[in-house]
Antibody, heavy 116, light 111 residues
Framework: QVQLQESGPGLVKPSETLSLTCSVSGGSISEYFWSWIRQPPGKGLEWIAYIHYSGNTNYNPSLKSRVTISMDTSKNQFSLKLSSVTAADTAVYYC??????????WGKGTSVTVSS | QSVLTQPPSVSGAPGQRVTISCTGSRSNIGTGQDVQWYQQFPGTAPKLLIYGDSDRPSGVPDRFSGSKSGTSASLAITGLQAEDEADYYCQSYDSTLSARVFGGGTKLTVL
């Protein structure tokens, strides 16, 4: 049973870079698509980006200029970097596994607050 | 404002049937892009409920069904149960944005 676990700082200062890692256990990262999704407090879901094990990536156009997604197959992990954060980036961040169209396994999420 | 439009809330009594609509456009649902539905309880991660418009992952009760027509999709829940009270999100792919897109979510209340 594949499991995903997000990790990273829960507090980030404005204008700094948010960095999160998703650790995959019970399965190989060398297949499927791997995504980041976020949910601001009391709001809906927003897809951020995905990476395929082939190296193919895709980003939400509204965040593309600030986002980088990458993967480390040796560690069975993939990561998210979001630069120049503001309070609007405060959210629960989820990582997820899926195919091109859907996301079938999700991590429990990690809460990130942007504040000085 | 979400690319996919859902009603903010729906409600129904136990045992009843409810539907949740998801309205898109010719750049997403209308181009035949698959529609997915996710169920989310407060404080927990979303769970894939329907994929490929109408397929259910293993373990999802057949009380949940999905359909699609034109630029819209629907999630139907029959035999409503108290445990179905949750937020529901539709999701597809938008070819103009080149991005996965979600609906704004619908809160289901079981009366």
């Amino acid at each position: 049973q594949v499991q995903l676990q997000e990790s990273g700082p829960g507090l980030v200062k404005p204008s700094e870079t948010l960095s999160l890692t998703c650790s995959v256990s019970g399965g190989s990262i060398s297949e499927y698509f791997w995504s980041w999704i976020r949910q601001p407090p009391g709001k809906g879901l927003e897809w951020i980006a995905y990476i395929h094990y082939s190296g193919n990536t895709n980003y939400n156009p509204s965040l593309k200029s600030r986002v980088t997604i990458s993967m480390d197959t040796s560690k069975n992990q993939f990561s998210l970097k979001l630069s120049s954060v503001t309070a609007a980036d405060t959210a629960v961040y989820y990582c997820a596994r899926g195919v091109l169209t859907d996301m079938d396994v999700w991590g429990k999420g990690t809460s990130v607050t942007v504040s000085s | 404002q979400s690319v996919l439009t859902q009603p903010p809330s729906v409600s129904g009594a136990p045992g009843q049937r409810v539907t949740i609509s998801c309205t898109g456009s010719r750049s997403n649902i209308g181009t035949g892009q698959d529609v997915q539905w996710y169920q989310q309880f407060p404080g927990t991660a979303p769970k894939l409920l329907i994929y490929g418009d109408s397929d259910r992952p293993s373990g999802v009760p057949d009380r949940f069904s999905g359909s699609k027509s034109g630029t819209s999709a629907s999630l139907a829940i029959t035999g409503l149960q108290a445990e179905d009270e949750a937020d529901y999100y539709c999701q597809s792919y938008d070819s103009t944005l080149s991005a996965r897109v979600f609906g704004g979510g619908t809160k289901l209340t079981v009366l």
